[in-house]
């Protein structure tokens, strides 16, 4: 096994993107073959070298914050840069949720009897390489790494510049976990080179699946650039609709998680709708909100109540603040609150606080969204938090994956049919006739 302290395999290489492909590819079928409990040994080692390097990741990550604050990066970039003792904590707790999960690979999911000695069986099977292209986030190496690991899929991770130095010592720890246990460390790759993007996005013959995280831009960018299906979303402008029917201490307990908990992530709230009827109660709710340090973005109506705000433009709507600001907009009704989310919302997480039953879940059926929630913040909108172990990312489209995507995104399905030499040329009209009798998925062995 390797030492535990430092690692012992470079992450990158000289980059060319074909034998990049290539290579992962071929070390994808490898580990996508490998037991179950060869996974599972990965996962737990790749937990016990996030602890033991922790100093070597917390260190390595001040380097990048040092360089990010010199260079002027922006606010919320630096936020979602950092790592803690906290942030590494949360990471091996996920990696610990996916390695005390039951495998996936070869999961039954259907068993056919088609004729007496032919049964043909429907089972989960790796996705394949994975190309995942993120921004500021290094933690998202191990959330994307272990997940893939457990579904026996092979990442390409190329994040950005500002998080070189953080994202190599985590890509060593994967890489790292891999050969401890005899298995291909380029099941995991990382690439660092800018111009690496374009060639790797050109790769459709050995990628499977591109996965950007990071900003609206970046993801329209990728979309625009490959033949590779990309799964993603572009902006997470969520919100939160405070119903007449709303518990005031709710309202404002959830409008402040949910905007101040970690207010540079995507599930963070970003337009409050208040329903006319609550207006009596909303002086008190922005005062709250003031002190809290939220900055205020208002329509006509509630700038009334709170006329030391900034009065909102159409531009409000739409936005993804990645900060303490939050627009708060008056609508007659659910109806109204409904269709100003459709026209302005992202499909991400939209929220609403209401003690009416009826209400609720009228907004949970007809809110189109990929997480819809009633009393409870946009913030829950995570994979750990859904008990996914961790997410890839979040899918606002409506093919494949929505929402967090955790392990089940990242498997694909495969048919395999057991027979005693049957041809297919003996059934048909006045030949054989097939059964096509359902099983149960697992084996009777009594």
């Given at each position: 096994?390797?030492?535990?302290?430092?690692?012992?395999?470079?992450?990158?290489?000289?980059?060319?993107?074909?034998?990049?492909?290539t290579?992962?590819?071929?070390a994808?079928r490898?580990?996508?073959a490998a037991?179950?409990s060869?996974?599972?040994?990965?996962l737990?080692?790749?937990?016990?070298?996030?602890d033991?390097?922790?100093?070597?990741?917390l260190e390595?990550?001040?380097?990048?914050?040092?360089?990010?604050?010199?260079?002027g990066?922006?606010?919320?970039l630096?936020?979602?840069?950092?790592?803690d003792h906290?942030?590494?904590?949360?990471?091996?707790?996920?990696?610990?949720?996916?390695?005390a999960?039951?495998?996936?690979?070869?999961?039954?999911?259907?068993?056919?009897?088609?004729?007496?000695?032919?049964?043909?069986?429907?089972?989960?099977?790796?996705l394949?390489?994975?190309?995942?292209?993120?921004?500021?986030?290094?933690?998202?190496?191990?959330?994307?790494?272990?997940l893939?690991?457990?579904?026996?899929?092979?990442?390409?991770?190329?994040?950005?510049?500002?998080?070189r130095?953080?994202?190599?010592?985590?890509?060593?720890?994967?890489?790292?976990?891999?050969?401890a246990?005899d298995?291909?460390?380029?099941?995991?790759?990382?690439?660092?080179?800018?111009?690496?993007?374009?060639?790797?996005?050109?790769?459709?013959?050995?990628?499977?699946?591109?996965?950007?995280?990071?900003?609206g831009?970046?993801?329209?960018?990728?979309?625009?650039?490959?033949?590779?299906?990309?799964?993603?979303?572009?902006?997470g402008?969520?919100?939160?609709?405070?119903?007449?029917?709303?518990?005031?201490?709710?309202?404002?307990?959830?409008?402040?998680?949910?905007?101040?908990?970690?207010?540079?992530?995507?599930?963070?709230?970003?337009?409050?709708?208040?329903?006319?009827?609550?207006?009596?109660?909303?002086?008190?709710?922005?005062?709250?909100?003031?002190?809290a340090?939220?900055?205020?973005?208002?329509?006509?109506?509630?700038r009334?109540?709170?006329?030391?705000?900034?009065?909102?433009?159409?531009?409000?709507?739409?936005?993804?603040?990645?900060?303490?600001?939050?627009?708060?907009?008056?609508?007659?009704?659910?109806?109204?609150?409904?269709?100003?989310?459709?026209?302005h919302?992202?499909?991400?997480?939209?929220?609403?606080?209401?003690?009416?039953?009826?209400t609720?879940?009228?907004?949970?059926?007809?809110?189109?969204?990929?997480?819809?929630?009633?009393?409870?913040s946009?913030?829950?909108?995570?994979?750990?938090?859904?008990?996914?172990?961790a997410?890839?990312?979040?899918?606002?489209?409506?093919?494949?994956?929505?929402?967090p995507?955790?392990?089940?995104?990242?498997?694909?399905?495969?048919?395999?049919?057991?027979?005693?030499?049957?041809?297919?040329?003996?059934?048909?009209?006045?030949?054989?006739?097939?059964?096509?009798?359902?099983?149960?998925?697992?084996e009777d062995?009594?």
């Amino acid at each position: 096994m390797t030492s535990l302290s430092t690692p012992v395999q470079p992450a990158t290489q000289t980059f060319d993107a074909t034998s990049v492909a290539t290579r992962v590819r071929q070390a994808q079928r490898r580990f996508g073959a490998a037991t179950a409990s060869q996974r599972t040994a990965v996962l737990n080692t790749l937990s016990t070298l996030l602890d033991a390097r922790r100093n070597h990741i917390l260190e390595a990550n001040q380097r990048d914050l040092d360089t990010a604050e010199t260079g002027g990066l922006e606010l919320p970039l630096r936020k979602r840069l950092r790592l803690d003792h906290a942030k590494l904590d949360v990471l091996r707790a996920g990696v610990d949720q996916l390695a005390a999960l039951a495998d996936p690979v070869g999961r039954t999911l259907r068993r056919t009897l088609l004729d007496d000695g032919l049964e043909l069986r429907q089972v989960q099977s790796p996705l394949g390489v994975l190309l995942i292209i993120f921004e500021s986030r290094p933690d998202a190496v191990i959330q994307i790494g272990s997940l893939a690991l457990r579904a026996g899929d092979a990442v390409i991770l190329k994040g950005g510049s500002e998080a070189r130095h953080s994202n190599r010592v985590l890509v060593d720890c994967l890489r790292d976990a891999l050969a401890a246990h005899d298995l291909p460390i380029e099941t995991v790759v990382g690439v660092e080179e800018r111009s690496s993007i374009s060639a790797l996005l050109d790769q459709d013959q050995h990628i499977d699946l591109v996965i950007p995280r990071g900003s609206g831009e970046l993801v329209r960018t990728i979309q625009n650039s490959t033949r590779i299906p990309v799964l993603g979303h572009a902006e997470g402008v969520c919100h939160l609709y405070v119903d007449r029917d709303a518990d005031r201490a709710m309202a404002v307990r959830l409008t402040i998680d949910g905007k101040c908990d970690y207010p540079a992530a995507c599930n963070a709230t970003e337009t409050v709708l208040v329903h006319r009827d609550f207006l009596p109660h909303l002086a008190g709710m922005c005062h709250t909100l003031r002190e809290a340090g939220i900055d205020l973005r208002c329509d006509t109506e509630s700038r009334a109540v709170a006329p030391w705000a900034e009065p909102a433009t159409e531009e409000d709507w739409r936005k993804e603040y990645g900060d303490l600001t939050l627009s708060i907009r008056v609508v007659d009704d659910l109806d109204q609150a409904i269709e100003h989310i459709h026209q302005h919302g992202s499909a991400h997480t939209d929220a609403i606080v209401t003690k009416n039953q009826a209400t609720g879940e009228a907004f949970l059926a007809r809110v189109d969204s990929a997480s819809v929630f009633w009393n409870a913040s946009t913030r829950f909108a995570d994979g750990f938090r859904y008990g996914l172990g961790a997410e890839v990312g979040i899918a606002t489209g409506r093919i494949h994956a929505r929402g967090p995507v955790g392990i089940d995104g990242l498997l694909t399905t495969r048919w395999l049919l057991h027979g005693h030499g049957q041809t297919a040329g003996a059934y048909g009209p006045g030949k054989q006739s097939f059964l096509h009798r359902s099983l149960p998925l697992e084996e009777d062995d009594s």
